[in-house]
Every structure is written in structure tokens, then in C-alpha cells.
């Protein structure tokens, strides 16, 4: 990614950061260019990017997905989520060049460039992996067995981190926190409430100097021209081959046919396919995004120019960077079928899920009637409410059932003193009786 130099300001944008000074109808002609790529363009790549790799990421770690070519992309999908996170701070600060504070300015000297571009860098090792693997699968397939191991793997991304790192160290030292006044060709205007700007000025002495121009070199071949020379090789070669093979079992597989019956696929066939199909597509969008970037990047001299024209071909190699990085999960989404399916699966399981809760949640409500019109809440009860009543309840049933008690105790007691009466006059009856009877 390119970044200018900041030499001019504008009004404030908001409080404690400002923009490039335009000075003549030139330079505002750039501005505009500027806000419309870093602005609108750009932010708009970026949010569709980060969906798109989180997507992703939560695909790719699925059971049917797992092996190593699918680590590789896994990985290069949290590569790019990355570049685009770290992105945001570089847009800021191409439309808000200036800052009130120090420390947002030592990020934009020492660290904004070098976290932005070995995410991206890395991307582009891992797309060499990837080719380098699928290279091995289709014309050294005898290779390929040994070399196609988690551990290679491993490596091979452990090797992409650290080439990416060591490329991108020297780029700290190229700027350094000063006030504005201090940066060359600039003419700071009054800060708010008496501050200071601060600026990531570019320390002309490194950046004119041969061996900066040299590394500059270096670091673009490394990055850009030799993986694109190495990419178009392996992939034509695997292209080619894959042709060939396919032509010999499809010549096999007819001459081995019988009458009647129809030729067995491979299940790894369909795969490989995809896998090839794949990488095609991710390889022709790194030729048309990230060559024309790297190229800019080589013959960029952190010069401020006024030329519209060279402003509109930065602003699009900056957009066609971040779209690289943006777009590999629609590809994934356009020629691999299993992932295709994947998505598809997730989103209608998820939507079964959705309507089955809805459905319990309205079987579930109670039916309101008359009794509860529209415009009044539902009461709602709680569990202590019903344990409350439970009790109470309980409580009642006792006490009804102790006074049905007591009353059937006093009608028995009753009846026996009663009974008790009535047989102690009838043995009075029967003793006077029996006395006349003597008489």
C-alpha cells in the first residue's frame, strides 16, 4: 500500500485531525479523487471484505473441509481479514493526514505500513503454497505424497510470516513523528485551544538515498514480480498437465467401458477439479490487482505531485489492492461447489432453526379473548407467585379438612351420649318392670 507524504493541510474534517492543503484547481481536483477512492470506494471494499472472510473463516472450519490445501486457504482468509482491519487505519490516515496526538502520530511513522502490508504480503505466500501444492498433485504426484503433510504445511506458512516480517522491517525507519512545522514544504495553519499537529514526515535523507531506492527494489521483486513470475509458471505447467490426464483417462475409461455401462468417477476427482478451478481464478485476480500495485510501488519516490493523472492510477492500485484481498471468498463462492453447499446448508439450517422457534414461541402464548383486550399488558406470573398460591392452597385444604373432622368427632360424640342416654332409660324401664312383676 502507498501512503504520501504530508506536506499541506485543509479545514479540519473533525476535531483533531486535518487534511492535505489544496491550493490550486489542480490540486483540488485531486483532493476529490482521493476522497472518492479512499472515501467512498475503498471503505465500501473493505466492510464487504471483512464479511466475506469471516464468512470464510467459519466455513473452512467445518469437519468436510479439513486438509491441508484447505488450511492454506483457511489461512489465507485470516490473512486478508487482517490486511483489511489494519486498512482502516490507513485510509484515516489518507483522508485525515494530520493529528493532535503524538502517539496516534508514532503509529502512522512506525507501525500503520508494516502492519498493513504483512498481512498482505503473506497472502501472497500462501497463494504460492497453494500453487506449489497443486502443482505437486497433478504433475509429481509421487512428490506430492511427501510434501503433502500438515507439517510442510506448517512450515511453509511459518516461512511465509517470517519473509513477510523481514521485507517489511526497514520500512519503520522511513518516517518519524514531527510537528508540522518541522516537516519540510510545509505551512502549518493555528492549531485548536494552542496545540500541536503532528505529522508522519518522511526522512528525506533515508528515502532519497541509493540503498533505500535499492531495498525498495528488492522488496517489490520479492513481493510482487517473483511470485507472479512463479505463479504464471506452475500454473501453466499444472494447467497443462491436468489437460493431458484428464484427455488419457477420459481415452482409459471409453475403452474400458462396457455396453450398457457408464464409467465410474473418482470420488477425488470432483474435488480436484474444484481445487484447480479455484486457485486459476484467485491466480488470474492476483495478476490483475496486485501487479499493476506493485509496479506503483516500485517507481513511487514519496515525491508530492500535483498530476491528476498519476493520482487516479495510485487511487486505483490502492482499490485493486484491497479488492484483492476483499473478494476471495465471493470466488470461493463462485467456482468451489462444496463451499457453495456449505453456505447453503449453514443459512438453511439456520432458517429452520428461526421458524421453528417462532412457531413454539406463538404456541406457547396464551389465546386473549375479551377478557384481555389489545391495549392491555398480558399479566405475567412468576414461579414464586405460583409456589405462593400452591401453598396457600394447600394450607386452605387443611384447615377444611381439620373443621370436617372436628365436626364429624362432635356428631359421633353426640350420638353416643345420646345413645348412652336412651339404653340407660331403657334398663330403668325394664329393672321397674321386673320389680311389678315380682310384686
Same mark, same amino acid.
Given at each position: 500500500? *502507498?501512503?504520501?507524504?504530508?506536506?499541506?493541510? *485543509?479545514?479540519?474534517?473533525?476535531?483533531?485531525?486535518?487534511?492535505? %492543503?489544496?491550493?490550486?484547481?489542480?490540486?483540488?481536483?485531486?483532493?476529490?479523487?482521493?476522497?472518492?477512492?479512499?472515501?467512498?470506494?475503498?471503505?465500501? @471494499?473493505?466492510?464487504?471484505?471483512?464479511?466475506?472472510?469471516?464468512?470464510?473463516?467459519?466455513?473452512?472450519?467445518?469437519?468436510?473441509?479439513?486438509?491441508? +490445501?484447505?488450511?492454506? %486457504?483457511?489461512?489465507?482468509?485470516?490473512?486478508?481479514?487482517?490486511? @483489511?482491519?489494519?486498512?482502516?487505519? %490507513?485510509?484515516?490516515? @489518507?483522508?485525515?493526514? !494530520? $493529528?493532535?496526538?503524538?502517539?496516534?502520530?508514532?503509529?502512522?511513522?512506525?507501525?500503520?505500513? &508494516?502492519?498493513?502490508?504483512?498481512?498482505?504480503?503473506?497472502? =501472497?505466500?500462501?497463494?504460492?503454497?497453494? $500453487?506449489?501444492?497443486?502443482?505437486?498433485?497433478?504433475?509429481?504426484?509421487?512428490? &506430492?505424497?511427501? &510434501?503433502? +503433510?500438515?507439517?510442510?504445511?506448517?512450515?511453509?506458512?511459518? #516461512?511465509?510470516?517470517?519473509?513477510?516480517? *523481514?521485507?517489511?522491517?526497514?520500512?519503520?525507519?522511513?518516517?518519524?513523528?514531527? /510537528?508540522?512545522?518541522?516537516?519540510?514544504?510545509?505551512?502549518?495553519?493555528?492549531?485548536?485551544?494552542?496545540?500541536?499537529?503532528?505529522?508522519?514526515?518522511?526522512?528525506?535523507?533515508?528515502?532519497?538515498?541509493?540503498?533505500?531506492?535499492?531495498?525498495?527494489? =528488492?522488496?517489490?521483486?520479492?513481493?510482487?514480480?517473483?511470485?507472479? /513470475?512463479?505463479? !504464471?509458471?506452475?500454473?501453466?505447467?499444472? /494447467?497443462?498437465?491436468?489437460?493431458?490426464?484428464?484427455?488419457?483417462?477420459?481415452?482409459?475409461?471409453?475403452?474400458?467401458?462396457?455396453?450398457?455401462?457408464?464409467?465410474?468417477?473418482?470420488?477425488?476427482?470432483?474435488?480436484?477439479?474444484?481445487?484447480?478451478? @479455484?486457485?486459476?481464478?484467485?491466480?488470474?485476480?492476483?495478476?490483475?490487482?496486485?501487479?499493476?500495485? #506493485?509496479?506503483?510501488? !516500485? =517507481?513511487?519516490?514519496?515525491?508530492?505531485?500535483?498530476?491528476?493523472? %498519476?493520482?487516479?492510477?495510485?487511487?486505483? +492500485?490502492?482499490?485493486?489492492?484491497?479488492?484483492?484481498?476483499?473478494?476471495?471468498?465471493?470466488?470461493?463462492?463462485?467456482?468451489?461447489?462444496?463451499?457453495?453447499?456449505? *453456505?447453503?446448508?449453514?443459512?438453511?439450517?439456520?432458517? +429452520?432453526?428461526?421458524?421453528?422457534?417462532?412457531?413454539?414461541?406463538?404456541?406457547?402464548?396464551?389465546?386473549?379473548?375479551?377478557?384481555?383486550?389489545?391495549?392491555?399488558?398480558?399479566?405475567?406470573?412468576?414461579?414464586?407467585?405460583?409456589?405462593?398460591?400452591?401453598?396457600?392452597?394447600?394450607?386452605?385444604?387443611? !384447615?377444611?379438612?381439620?373443621?370436617?373432622?372436628?365436626?364429624?368427632?362432635? =356428631?359421633?360424640?353426640?350420638?353416643?351420649?345420646?345413645?348412652?342416654?336412651?339404653?340407660?332409660?331403657?334398663?330403668?324401664?325394664?329393672?321397674?318392670?321386673?320389680?311389678?312383676?315380682?310384686?
Amino acid at each position: 500500500m *502507498l501512503l504520501r507524504e504530508h506536506q499541506r493541510i *485543509l479545514q479540519p474534517v473533525f476535531k483533531g485531525v486535518r487534511r492535505g %492543503f489544496v491550493g490550486d484547481i489542480g490540486e483540488a481536483e485531486v483532493s476529490r479523487v482521493r476522497y472518492v477512492a479512499y472515501g467512498v470506494v475503498a471503505p465500501f @471494499l473493505v466492510t464487504v471484505g471483512l464479511l466475506g472472510n469471516l464468512l470464510t473463516i467459519f466455513i473452512l472450519r467445518l469437519p468436510q473441509f479439513r486438509g491441508v +490445501t484447505y488450511t492454506y %486457504f483457511l489461512l489465507l482468509a485470516l490473512s486478508d481479514f487482517l490486511s @483489511l482491519a489494519f486498512s482502516i487505519s %490507513f485510509l484515516h490516515h @489518507l483522508l485525515s493526514e !494530520a $493529528t493532535l496526538s503524538h502517539a496516534t502520530a508514532v503509529w502512522y511513522s512506525h507501525c500503520e505500513l &508494516f502492519f498493513v502490508n504483512v498481512p498482505m504480503t503473506m497472502s =501472497i505466500f500462501i497463494i504460492l503454497c497453494i $500453487t506449489i501444492d497443486r502443482f505437486l498433485s497433478v504433475c509429481r504426484p509421487v512428490d &506430492f505424497k511427501q &510434501f503433502h +503433510t500438515t507439517r510442510y504445511a506448517r512450515a511453509g506458512l511459518l #516461512g511465509s510470516l517470517l519473509v513477510a516480517v *523481514l521485507v517489511w522491517c526497514p520500512i519503520i525507519f522511513l518516517k518519524e513523528p514531527k /510537528v508540522y512545522s518541522e516537516c519540510p514544504g510545509t505551512s502549518p495553519p493555528e492549531a485548536p485551544d494552542n496545540r500541536t499537529w503532528w505529522v508522519a514526515c518522511i526522512n528525506n535523507k533515508t528515502a532519497n538515498s541509493s540503498l533505500y531506492t535499492a531495498y525498495s527494489w =528488492i522488496r517489490q521483486s520479492v513481493v510482487i514480480f517473483l511470485p507472479a /513470475v512463479i505463479l !504464471a509458471l506452475l500454473n501453466s505447467l499444472t /494447467v497443462k498437465e491436468f489437460i493431458r490426464v484428464r484427455k488419457i483417462k477420459e481415452q482409459w475409461d471409453s475403452h474400458q467401458e462396457l455396453p450398457g455401462q457408464s464409467s465410474v468417477e473418482s470420488p477425488r476427482q470432483p474435488r480436484d477439479d474444484n481445487l484447480v478451478k @479455484l486457485l486459476m481464478v484467485v491466480t488470474i485476480s492476483f495478476f490483475i490487482t496486485l501487479v499493476p500495485a #506493485g509496479v506503483s510501488n !516500485a =517507481i513511487y519516490t514519496q515525491i508530492y505531485s500535483t498530476e491528476k493523472e %498519476f493520482e487516479i492510477f495510485m487511487s486505483v +492500485t490502492n482499490d485493486l489492492e484491497i479488492l484483492n484481498h476483499a473478494m476471495n471468498f465471493y470466488l470461493y463462492m463462485l467456482c468451489c461447489r462444496p463451499i457453495r453447499e456449505a *453456505l447453503i446448508n449453514i443459512c438453511s439450517r439456520q432458517y +429452520t432453526r428461526l421458524t421453528s422457534s417462532l412457531q413454539r414461541l406463538k404456541r406457547s402464548k396464551p389465546s386473549t379473548g375479551d377478557v384481555n383486550p389489545g391495549f392491555f399488558p398480558t399479566p405475567t406470573v412468576s414461579t414464586i407467585d405460583i409456589v405462593y398460591h400452591r401453598h396457600t392452597n394447600t394450607e386452605r385444604n387443611e !384447615a377444611n379438612r381439620n373443621d370436617r373432622e372436628k365436626t364429624l368427632s362432635a =356428631i359421633t360424640i353426640s350420638s353416643d351420649v345420646a345413645s348412652d342416654k336412651t339404653s340407660h332409660t331403657d334398663l330403668s324401664e325394664v329393672k321397674g318392670r321386673f320389680s311389678n312383676s315380682s310384686r
